[in-house]
């Protein structure tokens, strides 16, 4: 399809066919959409100018539904929703406004190059695209049009030059003086104009045109005429050859009869006017001593002349990328927002780019202007332009806005307009203002909140990408580096290397990557060392208050960066942002609107402020702006409430989460308790600080599913003893089931002393075996693991035959794959091989990959026992493979511990290393020192085969010291430590 918006909107399809649109607003709609093709367009931007300063009620809704009649229009996969807003899948080249663009463009290098021909044609076809008013649909878009006329007419421009070149002066003096009347105040058109009638043989009507100029623009604006007009007028003066007509015969060739034609050419130009030379060059305005040539003075920045940028004192690191990026947006937008937090590194990044720009650029700062009223003023200091010394008393005033349009109306510049994040609304209207009348002009702004306008490119600039806390090569890593650059500036000689590199990355990873704050902390070496800097970084504002006493005062303490986008914030921004802080994590909107009490709107505002960041659905702080705003919510009074409104939404999670872990939607949940695992945490130290043991009881047990099959055991275990230390000895009235959770987690270590052996026998005590929980199901598992059934088996087994049927799903299930192993250690091998099969239906039945797995554990062991070690390997395999994609690391381990058991048992010792060694890796990432325990057992083993008694008896050795000793669960592998310790010795 092809989408015309200069002149009254219309779409035509493949055939040329025109495409049936619909009313006036759907008409609007496109119209916006077209003019950004093939980018998002936020719905904010499409409400004001779909409806102006008065929207209706329901403007969401209305917009949906012309959204909705646009799909019907042109069909739905051409217009894509998208979070930020709506996107018209078209190429922008399918626009007639971009075509426009880019023949104009084209045209206009083209005359650069001295191709007037070319340049004509190209301009020609350019402006035969306009069919009327651009964007005529959408009355309410009138910078966006208003850009659009102001780029029509600098490509009439072009094409009257390229006219003027080509010797066509008597043919432009009629239409020239009909633009010159329309715009009396553009000096280039009033050069032209000047041209053409000198080329007709009017000097003395070019000269008057000139002191017409001059006394309008005096009158007007109390300026003298610019140098191109200023050029032209000293140009006519001195009869210059360059301004006369080249004279060529025009020749058709005939198609029919043949033409006479004349046979002298009479000339047009007075008699002291030679004749031109062909291809005469277009006028060079002679340049004023006070302005760079096209070169630059001397000694000026490569490529351009560069006002305001300052040559830099420090090294640019880790930010490669990024100056790429900003170069291509550059390229292709005309206004450019470099987004991000205070210290992320705007300034110096814009700064960068500025100085690798081919062209002039001026560095505008705006960080000491007060008000909105003084920005004008700053970009006209900034580009040198003064006020008259002698200003006449009947001169009318001149704006400093209109001062500026005047001044850069015909110039090719980049305006960087840095730190306006205080300025936001003023500059917005100041660089829509120049934008649209300014053709060769291009913004680059940085703020830490988005100018919000038309055609607006936003790139965010995040902190320094940040190592893992054990990197292989922390210099790989951009905040290391740059660590380690200002470092060496303050202390020479250093250099990151073993002793120093779990200093520095915890620095860095403390304080976000901010490159700010980073070398803030570098500075702090003068006195200090790296372990003592990392030591005091829970005190981050107090320690890093010593920064560059030339910076900003914003820049100069870490306190200060924060506290200036503080600052900036309204009271209900304040509030959210303060109690935002008791989120560890991040939240989502709903999470963040119930706990703070705030509408989510105020959420999205902080985000576009960039005291939030969005990652993935969730809105997080930055460790250093977190801290900061907790400290507000501490002066305020209100930490309390609001971390109990935290745990109280974190408690309703789990209480959600915990049933669901154990069915079909598995995989889903525990994504998204993945997401808030860290404020689970928070929300359990805070029971157990602020004295709500039953609160407490509650999130434990029903978040232990969770930590149990995310392998999140050690830390969740010293939770859990933390939450019965402030209990005391005696179990919560009625909350036996949670209680006793609470004791089997304290268990998880594998840890085995008088404490934790009182905590078993307390849980036997408390609950008899046969007790089917109620409000705990998970329990079910727990308990049966770590204390194991009673001495008769048998009657267990008769006991979970007459409860089972009637259990819900996951219990049943579980009650089979226990009636399974209760069968195997009775020898039944048969009946235990057709209830794990019953168990593994039963299952998978209800989608739950979890408890697949440990049937396939119970039945690659029976096969193992049976010495069918080729259907051990095959079922600890597809066990394997569902632990994979559970992410269930304590289960992968396992798994790979019982193939690698039936590796060896298949005589291949080197497979099951393998094994062995990727399963120890993952138990200590987990700290399931059971599985742990394991894996270095089978080394043992493979040791033992390959007759490496030594290494075989150390990791046994090992193995034995981790295996815990009052697991029922690790029975089996503490009596094969032992044995394999006997043959071991045995064999010395």
Known sequence: MRFEILGPTSVLDEDGAPVALGGPRVRALLTLLALNAGRVVGAGQLVDDLYGPHPPDGVANALQSQVSRLRRALGRDLVEFHPAGYRLVADPHDVDARRFELLALDGRRALAAGDAGRAAALLGEALELWRGAPLADAPHAVSAAAGLEELRLAAVEDRLQADLALGRHRDLVAELRRLTAAHPLRERLRAQLMRALYGSGRQAEALAVYDEARRLLDRELGIEPGAELAAAHLAVLRADPSLAPQITPQITLPTTAPTILPTTVPTILPTAVPTAAPNPAPIQPPVPPSLPGPGGPAGAPRGGFKQGLRAQLTSFVGRAEELAQVGARLRDSRLVTLIGPGGAGKTRLAQEAA??????????????????????????????????????????????????????????????????????????????????SCPGLRVLTTSREALGITGESILPVSPLRLPPPEPDDPLAYAAVRLFADRAAAVRPGFAVDAGNTADVVRICRALDG???????????????????????????????????????????????????????????EQRLAARLSVFVGGATPEAAERVCGLPEEVLFSLAEKSLVEHVGGRYRMLDTIRAFCAERLAESGGTAAIRDAHTAYYLDLVLTADPLLRTAEQLTWLARLDQESDDLEAAMRWTTTSGQPETGLRLLAHSACYWWMRGHRGVIAGLAAALLARIGDACPAGMEEEYVMCLLVTAWTGVADDVVRERLAEVRELLPITHLPERVEFLMMMRSMFTGPPGDLEEIYHELQAHTEGLPPWQRALSYSGAGFVLQILGRVEESLAAFRRALAAFRAIGERWGAVLVLSGLGELASREGDYAASYALSDEALTLARELDARAEMAEALCRRGDALLGMGEPLGGRADYEEAAELARRVGSMDMLAWAHLGMAEVALIGGERDAALSLLAQARAECPDDWYSTEDIRNRIDEALGRAVSER
């Open 355 to 436: 100085a690798q720009e081919p062209g002039d650029v001026c560095f505008v700062p705006l960080a000491h202007v007060a008000g909105a009223a003084g920005v004008p003023g700053a970009v006209l200091v900034a580009l040198d332009i003064r006020d008259a010394l002698l200003p006449a008393p009947q001169r009318a005033a001149v704006g400093p806005v209109t001062r500026l349009l005047t001044a850069l109306a015909e110039r090719d510049l980049l305006l960087v307009l840095d730190n306006c994040e205080h300025l936001v609304a003023a500059v917005a209207e100041l660089a829509d203002a120049l934008l649209a």
């Open 514 to 572: 901010l490159p700010l704050a980073i070398e803030l902390a570098a500075a702090r070496l003068r006195t200090l060392s790296v372990a003592d800097v990392a030591a005091r970084l829970d005190d981050r504002f107090r320690l890093l208050t010593r920064g560059s006493r030339t910076a900003l005062p914003r820049h100069q303490t870490l306190r200060a960066v924060v506290a200036w986008s503080w600052d900036l914030l309204d009271d209900a």
